[in-house]
């Protein structure tokens, strides 16, 4: 059976019937929409000559044995963010699919192929993201931070993950799945505007940022809204708000494509009748050079202190997570180039801001790359995330020759 592109945008469509509403996807990990969704994928592979496994830390692999155990890997990730859009994760899977497909139905082919479909790349509900990439990738090493998760409703993620059938104890021994691994590929789409501005499809990625993720604690007093003035009001929201606005120019000033956001924050006690005691909020730092990272870092927590001596408040900062920035192998990086530009007549190389799977991978020493596909108008993680079909379709066509490549040069080299 040759390759199909065209299914590939046919089985999106269906699925975001499947596991999306009007507000866009649902399949946040650890939920029954989330399991809705892989069940329907392993579904429309049962036909394939596989072996399908889910290791400890909750990773669905799908196995065509080759002549070698050497192992080309494809993956991406089902699950989404909250009303999130219907290609970011899945497109990865379901491409990945379509390219497994067509090596499977010329035979055996000269090295194994498998297929990886990562748990909680998104990390939506408890705010650590890569759990299953990190699991198996050796990264996962303090899991003494993870048992202190708990989600919105108060859910520890342990006992959230049990609901899976998943242990976090033995999340760790997923690293086994990754012992034969000689390369890695992955397509994603852009969640950015660089490709839609040079009016090219598709794109080589260079590598992922390094992150710095956050949680500020900001503590002042609870006093009547209408009773206190203004000059004596220890306002822990005015400690937030200042170092939201202070953050865009630590980002302009150390430019390189440097990012800072404040992604959320929580005020108790919440109500419009009390000056905020307590404000938790979200920091989000990234940058692909490590050393004007920890520069972002620093200087964002030197101006939180002095905000909170101007506002007569307390500030602690705790940190959520963080990677280093990850630069993808050299020589896959030409093979994804050629892919490209054998299938869309240009290529451009770019780096990775959001977090990807393939750094994990990456990082544990499995030679990776990415395909970037474009993305209309940047837009990510929203339901109004949206890519050319066309440009879906040359996608699939790269990635399927970036398989083939890599496949050839795994067997001779």
């Known amino acids: 059976m040759p390759l199909d592109p065209s299914r590939v945008v046919s089985r999106l469509e269906e ?18 929409t989330w399991a809705k969704g892989r069940a329907w994928l392993a579904e429309s592979l049962a036909d394939l000559p596989l072996d399908v496994e889910r290791d400890e830390a ?10 070698s155990d050497r192992a080309v890997l494809i993956g991406g990730h089902m699950d989404s963010v909250p009303n999130g859009g219907w290609l970011d994760g899945c497109l990865n899977v379901l491409a990945g699919a379509e390219v497994l497909r067509r090596v499977a139905e010329e035979g055996t082919p000269p090295v194994t192929v498998r297929l990886v479909d990562w748990a909680d790349e998104e990390g939506a ?20 931070e993870l048992r202190k998760l708990v989600d919105g409703g108060g859910v520890p993620l342990p006992e959230a993950i049990a609901a899976f ?20 590929l992955e397509l994603h789409i852009e969640q950015g505007p660089v490709l839609e501005s040079l009016d090219l499809p598709l794109g080589a990625v260079l590598g992922t940022f390094g992150v710095e993720r956050w949680r500020i604690t900001w503590k002042g007093q609870a006093a009547h809204a209408g009773s206190t003035p203004m000059e004596q009001r220890r306002d822990a929201l005015a400690g937030a708000a ?9 980002a302009r000033d150390t430019g390189d494509g440097a990012v ?46 002095g905000f909170a001596a101007e506002e007569r408040i307390d500030v602690d900062w705790e940190r959520l997570w963080s990677i280093e920035p990850i630069l993808f192998d050299d020589t896959l990086i030409g093979l994804a180039d050629e892919a490209i530009r054998e299938v869309a007549g240009s290529s451009h190389r770019l780096p990775s801001g959001p977090l990807h799977d393939a750094a994990e991978v990456a990082r544990a020493g499995v030679p990776t790359v990415m395909l970037f596909v474009q993305s209309l108008r940047g837009l990510s993680h929203t339901k109004l995330e949206d890519t050319r079909p066309e440009h879906l379709e040359l996608s699939v066509a790269a990635l399927d020759r970036l398989a083939t490549k890599t496949i050839d040069w795994i067997a001779t080299g």
Not at 125 to 144: E, I, K, N, V, Y
Not at 168 to 183: F, H, M, N, P, T
Request: proline residues 2%.
């Open 242 to 250: 200042k170092l939201a606005l202070a953050i865009r120019d630590i």
């Open 15 to 32: 699925l975001r019937s499947l596991t999306g509403d009007v507000n866009g996807e649902q399949r946040v990990a650890w939920t029954e």
């Open 260 to 305: 800072c956001t404040s992604g959320g924050v929580v005020c108790k006690p919440g109500i419009v009748t009390s000056v905020v005691e307590t404000a938790e909020q979200l920091l989000d730092q990234r940058h692909l050079d490590p050393g004007k990272l920890a520069s972002m870092l620093a200087r964002a927590q030197e101006l939180s202190r």
């Open 125 to 144: 509900r408890f705010g650590r993201s890569l759990f299953g990439s990190s699991a198996a990738g050796g990264s996962m090493a303090d899991q003494d």
């Open 165 to 184: 059938g998943i242990d976090l104890g033995r999340a760790v021994d997923a690293r086994s799945q990754l012992e034969s691994a000689a390369a890695y």
């Open 58 to 67: 909750g990773n669905d692999w799908y196995t065509l044995h080759g002549d």
